[in-house]
Each structure stands twice: as C-alpha cells, then as structure tokens.
C-alpha cells in the first residue's frame, strides 16, 4: 500500500530553534506539495516542486522558510528561525501525471509542529 | 479558480444517503470540480472530481447541474468513519502545465450519528 510518510509525526520546539520536516513521496510520483494547516487559516499550499524543481513557494514566508527536494524519494521543509506563529500541522502530498494526470494528491499524515 | 460555497456543518443519520452541496456559480467552462475530505487528525483524501457529467466511484456519486453552477456529493450508505470535513474546490484540470495548486477552503463538517 503506497502512502506518503512524513517525519517527524510530532515537534516541539523553543522559539528561535531550526526544524527541519521531512517527506518521502509515493515511489514513482514526481510533484510533492507542501501545505500548512492551522484553525485560523485552515489548508494553505506553501510550495510544490515537479521533478524535483520548484515550480511554485509563493505562499511560503522566504525569510525563514525553504523548500527542497534533494533528491526524488525525500523533500524536506525548513524554517529557520522557529517562531510561535508556524504551530501548524505541516502537510505533504505527492502526486503523479502517470498514476492521475496530476488531479488526485496523496497526502501524508502531516506533522504537528508546536513552538514555545 | 472559481470560489466555492458549502455549508459548515451537516448531519447525516447512519447508513443513510449523505447529500452535501457546493455553489460555484463562477465557475469556468475548462474548470472541474473536486471532493476531498479530512478525517479528523489526518491528511486530505480524494474523493471524486468531474466537468459536467456526473461521476461515480467506491466512495461517492458527483451530480453537478446543467448549468454547472452547483453540485453534490451524495455518500450513499454513510458510516460513523464517514464524518470528517468535505471540501468542494474548482479548478482547472491539469494537462501537463504548471497549476497543480488546490485551493481548500473552509469545507462542510459531515457528521454521521449513529
């Protein structure tokens, strides 16, 4: 059964900490998502990258947020520093044009970030 | 991409029919319209998404109006593992361009009572 994993599930961080959040896509998928969920703003797209290139970070904050994909089977989002207002669960997604010409997205189970 | 417009919250009586609308009355000849739900503390899951005819898969039926300006997703036989949140979002679909974004707005709260 082929999922998206991501990890860690859970983080807990001091302001001013780096996190990194990581992702293994579906093998085979070439477009990975990342999205960021909170009560107040519900689901937001931060970025996605198609073969491994940024296509799109328009909603990500540039100043302490980035986004790669070092390599086809991980991508990895980064902020630095942490602050309280990026407590969110973190989403990942991946999606293929062979398996649904880019229209369904598989997400992962997210991970819950909390800063102190 | 079009706006939406769903209900916040339903309830649905167990093993009953779950009838859950979306307004897109903005909505563009080349845009489809997508399902996605959110169980409670998990990932986005695909549903069902279509033009103009109405589609039926595993999970759920897609009736959009002639008009296109509005349509349902009916859950024919809803379970207690059925409640979570139902997005509605429109969009183009992809044809090998770079739009691949979902725009998910607040969705309805499908509650199934047993």
């Known amino acids: 059964d082929a999922r998206v994993t991501q990890t860690p599930r859970h983080k807990v961080t001091e302001m001013g900490q780096e996190v990194t959040m990581r992702c293994q896509p579906i093998?085979?998928?070439?477009?990975v998502f990342w999205y960021r969920q909170t009560m107040m703003q519900g689901l937001e797209l931060l970025a996605y990258?198609?073969?491994?290139?940024?296509?799109?970070d328009s909603g990500m904050p540039k100043d302490r947020f980035s986004a790669e994909m070092p390599d086809a089977t991980l991508a990895t989002l980064k902020i630095q520093p942490s602050e309280p207002r990026d407590s969110a669960v973190y989403f990942c997604?991946?999606?293929?044009?062979?398996?649904?010409?880019?229209?369904?997205?598989?997400f992962g189970p997210g991970t819950r970030l909390t800063v102190l | 991409d079009a706006k939406t417009t769903q209900p916040p919250s339903m309830d649905c009586a167990e093993g009953r029919a779950a009838n859950l609308p979306c307004n897109h009355s903005?909505?563009?000849?080349?845009?489809?319209v997508y399902w996605y739900r959110q169980i409670h503390s998990q990932g986005p899951q695909y549903i069902i998404h279509?033009?103009?005819n109405n589609e039926t898969n595993e999970m759920a039926s897609l009736i959009i109006t002639e008009d296109r300006k509005s349509s349902t997703l009916i859950l024919p036989h809803a379970t207690l593992r059925d409640t979570a949140v139902y997005y509605c979002?429109?969009?183009?679909?992809?044809?090998?361009?770079?739009?691949?974004?979902?725009?998910f707005g607040k969705g309805t709260l499908l509650t199934v009572n047993p």
């Open positions: 093998l085979g998928h070439n477009t």
């Open positions: 979002i429109v969009r183009v679909q992809n044809s090998g361009g770079s739009n691949y974004k979902l725009t």
């Open positions: 990258f198609r073969n491994r290139a940024p296509l799109d």
């Open positions: 997604a991946s999606g293929s044009r062979a398996a649904s010409s880019y229209n369904e997205q598989f």
């Open positions: 903005t909505i563009s000849g080349n845009e489809y």
């Open positions: 279509g033009l103009k």
